[in-house]
């Protein structure tokens, strides 16, 4: 009775291999990196151009003048944009107002957040308003101006 006959010990060992190889299993399938969870919407937004690169534009779409924030979005632009109203983006300036269509791809990964916006279809609304601040225009036809009179940096000698 002191030793197990080999058909008691198989399962014996079995066990004894399974309870052994379980932490490694387990500290193994923690370690595999997850897949990223993508998701795609449409969307648009109507704004004003801020800027115009080679390969992207940003628009600002919702300015709150009283707490004096704004908010801006950047979109990358590539062959296959389309565009309304206008037929060459050189056509759409500083200031403008346009309304872009964009496919936003969130990807999530661990905890963190990629966010890329891919213009689809730009549609030029309105042209940027022409004032004079816009043109820096500065009247030279008004003859009363003051003339410095030898004043510099440190004001007048004498004082």
């Given at each position: 009775m002191a030793s197990l006959s080999?058909?008691?010990?198989?399962?014996l060992i079995c066990f004894l291999i399974l309870v052994c190889a379980l932490p490694?299993?387990?500290?193994?399938?923690q370690s595999q990196p997850t897949r990223p969870k993508i998701t795609q919407a449409t969307k648009s937004?109507?704004?004003?151009?801020?800027?115009i690169y080679k390969?992207?534009?940003?628009?600002?779409y919702n300015?709150?003048?009283?707490?004096?924030?704004?908010?801006?979005?950047?979109?990358?632009l590539d062959e296959t944009v389309g565009l309304k109203n206008r037929k060459t983006f050189d056509q759409i300036n500083f200031?403008?107002?346009?309304?872009?269509?964009?496919?936003?791809?969130?990807?999530?990964?661990?905890?963190?957040?990629?966010?890329?916006?891919?213009?689809?279809?730009?549609?030029?609304l309105k042209p940027a308003p022409v004032t004079p601040e816009a043109l820096n225009v500065i009247d030279t036809s008004d003859t009363d101006m003051i003339d410095a009179g030898g004043l510099n940096l440190k004001g007048m000698k004498g004082e």
């Open positions: 080999i058909k008691k010990q198989i399962p490694l299993y387990a500290q193994r399938a937004v109507e704004g004003i151009v801020s800027a390969m992207a534009i940003s628009v600002v300015i709150d003048v009283e707490k004096g924030i704004e908010r801006e979005m950047l979109f990358h200031g403008d107002t346009v309304r872009v269509e964009y496919i936003e791809v969130v990807q999530e990964n661990d905890g963190k957040t990629k966010t890329q916006r891919l213009a689809k279809t730009i549609s030029f």
